[in-house]
C-alpha cells in the first residue's frame, strides 16, 4: 500500500509537532527517530509506517507553527537535508552549542533519547 501522507494528516502533524517541542535546546534527532517514537496512525501497517514515517515527519517540519524547535530535526546520518533554509538550521543549530565535524552531528554525543531524558546540560557542557 502506498502513502503519500498519513491518513489523518493535521492529527499526525500534530503529534510529531508536541514531540519536537521537547527536544532540549542542544539536541537533535532524526526523522526516522521521531517517527519510533510515535504510534502509526490506524489502518498502517507496521512495516509500512517503517518505510513511509520518517517521511511523514518530515512534511510535517516542513510545515510547523512557529514555536516547533525544527532545526533539531536532522537525516538519519547527521546530516542537515540540502534545501532551502540548511545554512540557517546549521548557524541556529550551532547557536545551541552542537558542533559539525565535516558536515555531520554525532548522535553519541547529541542525540535525543525522548521523552524523559535528563535534560539538563552538564557543567562541561555549558563551557
Given at each position: 500500500?502506498?502513502?503519500?501522507?498519513?491518513?489523518?494528516?493535521?492529527?499526525?502533524?500534530?503529534?510529531?509537532?508536541?514531540?519536537?517541542?521537547?527536544?532540549?535546546?542542544?539536541?537533535?534527532a532524526?526523522?526516522?527517530?521521531?517517527?519510533?517514537?510515535?504510534?502509526?496512525?490506524?489502518?498502517?501497517?507496521?512495516?509500512?509506517?517503517?518505510?513511509?514515517?520518517?517521511?511523514?515527519?518530515?512534511?510535517a517540519?516542513?510545515?510547523?507553527?512557529?514555536?516547533?524547535?525544527?532545526?533539531?530535526?536532522?537525516?538519519?546520518?547527521?546530516?542537515?537535508?540540502?534545501?532551502?533554509?540548511?545554512?540557517?538550521?546549521?548557524?541556529?543549530?550551532?547557536?545551541?552549542?552542537?558542533?559539525?565535524?565535516?558536515?555531520?552531528?554525532?548522535?553519541?554525543?547529541?542525540?535525543?533519547?525522548?521523552?524523559?531524558?535528563?535534560?539538563?546540560?552538564?557543567?562541561?557542557?555549558?563551557f
Amino acid at each position: 500500500m502506498q502513502f503519500t501522507s498519513p491518513p489523518n494528516q493535521q492529527a499526525y502533524y500534530e503529534q510529531v509537532w508536541d514531540l519536537v517541542r521537547q527536544i532540549p535546546r542542544g539536541k537533535v534527532a532524526a526523522y526516522g527517530h521521531i517517527a519510533q517514537m510515535l504510534p502509526p496512525p490506524n489502518g498502517v501497517e507496521i512495516e509500512a509506517y517503517k518505510a513511509f514515517g520518517p517521511r511523514w515527519v518530515g512534511g510535517a517540519m516542513a510545515n510547523c507553527p512557529d514555536g516547533v524547535p525544527w532545526q533539531r530535526v536532522i537525516n538519519s546520518q547527521g546530516k542537515i537535508s540540502e534545501r532551502a533554509g540548511a545554512e540557517r538550521q546549521r548557524l541556529m543549530l550551532e547557536e545551541e552549542g552542537i558542533v559539525f565535524v565535516k558536515d555531520k552531528v554525532d548522535f553519541k554525543k547529541y542525540g535525543w533519547k525522548g521523552p524523559g531524558e535528563e535534560d539538563g546540560p552538564t557543567q562541561e557542557s555549558l563551557f
